[in-house]
């Protein structure tokens, strides 16, 4: 297995993590709700992820709901002192496994209850607040749930603030309130909306935590991305993954499995350098996506 920091490591919070962490959505059922098909594997995946050097996983409550979180703590629980776990709030689970807002003080404080005890936490070291305006980031002032967060924080149940499925604006109003530690949107190579916003989070040093990173385009289907890979001989989602950590210093990538196999292949991410040539490239995939 490769040494994943080579990849790098950045700060996040007041914690050092490596660049190439763990997303634990996959960890779920299908749609992510309910249980996996296969707990043993889940327990597995999460285990292999630590032993190989991973020490940030992003996860929330509502993966499940409950049940990834139990995951995690039935496979790290009691957590090693370098594991960095961020969790994300702002949603809740409808029982036809709807994704429904839940901004509300009490529901924000009833979320990060959950977290901490699923996860059997007693401080969530980073707590993302998920703006769920709309299918996508969508305008409109987060001061009030944000505010409801800080209580938290204020309290003592969360270190670390992060923002989640926002635009530039709410990203600036979010600093404004509070210390932002990093921003979770979507982001690839065929969905770069947010390069400004990347390159103004590095220079403040912010973590940009890009989510599905793989997707936006029929999965993988770019000639370009799978030539590319074919020259280095590498597969394209690692390509694709590589683009990403040096497009900027601070993106942290969070890509999920349920497969130990996927799981060394994305790893394996770390010992790949893309040429400048190919990089070229590659930047051209959003042109045509566009």
């Known amino acids: 297995m490769p040494d994943i920091k080579s990849a790098g490591t950045y700060t996040l919070g007041d914690r050092t993590v490596n660049r190439l962490g763990y997303g634990a959505m996959q960890l779920a059922g299908p749609h992510v709700y309910g249980p996996p098909k296969d707990r043993d594997a889940a327990v597995a995946v999460l285990r292999a992820a630590v032993e190989n050097g991973v020490n940030h996983i992003d996860t929330s409550d509502f993966y ?3 049940v990834t979180n139990q995951i995690i703590r039935e496979a790290l629980h009691p957590y090693g002192n370098d594991l960095t776990i961020v969790t994300k709030i702002g949603a ?4 036809d496994a709807s994704w429904l807002p839940a901004f509300s003080a009490a529901e924000l404080t009833k979320a990060v209850e959950d977290n901490l005890r699923n996860l059997g936490l007693e ?3 980073v707590v993302n607040m998920r703006i769920m305006f709309g299918m996508e980031p969508t305008e409109g002032s987060i001061e009030a749930p944000l505010t409801a967060l800080a209580e938290l924080q204020r309290r003592g149940l969360v270190k670390h603030i992060g923002l989640s499925s926002v635009t530039p604006t709410q990203v600036a109003e979010g600093r404004k309130l509070v210390d932002i530690v990093c921003v ?16 103004e989070l590095a220079a403040a040093g912010i973590a940009y935590v890009p989510f599905f990173p793989l997707g936006g385009f029929a999965p993988l289907q770019s000639s370009t991305l799978s030539e590319v890979a074919a020259r280095l001989g590498a597969t394209p989602m690692q390509v694709a993954l590589a683009w990403l950590l040096q497009r900027s210093p601070n993106i942290l990538l969070i890509p999920g499995t349920s497969s130990v196999s996927h799981l060394k292949e994305n790893l394996a991410t770390s010992d790949l350098v893309l040429p400048a040539e190919e990089i070229a490239a590659l930047n051209g995939i959003a042109a045509i996506t566009a």
Request: hydrophobic share 30%; charged share 25%.
């Open 123 to 125: 401080v969530m070291d």
């Open 184 to 199: 979770q949107n979507q982001y690839n190579l065929a969905h770069r909306g947010d390069d400004a916003l990347v390159d």
């Open 64 to 66: 499940g709901p409950h």
């Open 92 to 95: 809740v689970r409808g029982s």
